[in-house]
T-cell receptor, first 113, second 112 residues
Framework: NAGVIQTPRHKVTGKGQEATLWCEPISGHSAVFWYRQTIVQGLEFLTYFRNQAPIDDSGMPKERFSAQMPNQSHSTLKIQSTQPQDSAVYLCASSHGGNTEVFFGKGTRLTVV | QEKVQQSPESLIVPEGAMSSLNCTFSNSASQSIWWYQQHPGKGPEALI?????GNKKEGRLTVYLNRASLHVSLHIRDSQPSDSAVYLC????????????FGAGTRLAVCP
């Protein structure tokens, strides 16, 4: 079990460019989550999927952020027109849902210059 | 909605001492409280969770939950330098399907 796999580990984009982050959840997990971590805000919930269906995107900045889960083996987080304030570590996580352990990937560090 | 606050922000203890971390949550309907450990450059890893009032022990870890005061604490006995990390408290709200709300974390440093 390789755990939750996130690629790339580091990404640098210029202001205004698009960034796509990839996540491969643990096989068999029905829930997939995206979180964002910064020094100032800590670990913030962005969105989650249950059995590939989007359930709650209440944490997503609406205009430029979008997430998809086209199949059970991967999810993507896309940020359009990136801004310096989008610089953060983006963490993907998966679980069996309910009151079970949530497993996190190592994250993608996004730097917008 | 759930809010989670942790204290202290940072903690330095000598090797072999007890480390005590605190967490308060805002919603008594929180189904469970989880403690995660995060090392630099890594994702958070679950350490221990508690659902019922009272305490739970796992190895060197003991967690206490008091729902009446909305307070939970984590105690690490015989702290080791390898325990140095950021500890995150997270609340799972009933009906939220595994969606965790995290506190800001406590940075623990264990000095040899």
């Amino acid at each position: 079990n390789a755990g939750v796999i996130q690629t790339p580990r580091h990404k640098v984009t210029g202001k205004g460019q698009e960034a796509t982050l990839w996540c491969e959840p643990i096989s068999g997990h029905s829930a997939v989550f995206w979180y964002r971590q910064t020094i100032v805000q800590g670990l913030e919930f962005l969105t989650y999927f249950r059995n590939q269906a989007p359930i709650d995107d209440s944490g997503m900045p609406k205009e430029r952020f979008s997430a998809q889960m086209p199949n059970q083996s991967h999810s993507t987080l896309k940020i359009q027109s990136t801004q310096p304030q989008d610089s953060a570590v983006y963490l993907c996580a998966s679980s069996h849902g309910g009151n079970t352990e949530v497993f996190f990937g190592k994250g993608t560090r996004l730097t917008v210059v | 909605q759930e809010k989670v606050q942790q204290s202290p922000e940072s903690l330095i203890v000598p090797e072999g001492a007890m480390s005590s971390l605190n967490c308060t949550f805002s919603n008594s309907a929180s189904q469970s409280i989880w403690w995660y450990q995060q090392h630099p450059g890594k994702g958070p890893e679950a350490l221990i969770s508690i659902f019922s009032n009272g305490n739970k022990k796992e190895g060197r870890l003991t967690v206490y939950l008091n729902r009446a005061s909305l307070h939970v604490s984590l105690h690490i006995r015989d702290s080791q330098p390898s325990d140095s990390a950021v500890y995150l408290c997270a609340a799972l709200l009933s009906g939220s399907f595994n969606k965790l709300t995290f506190g800001a974390g406590t940075r623990l440093a264990v000095c040899p």
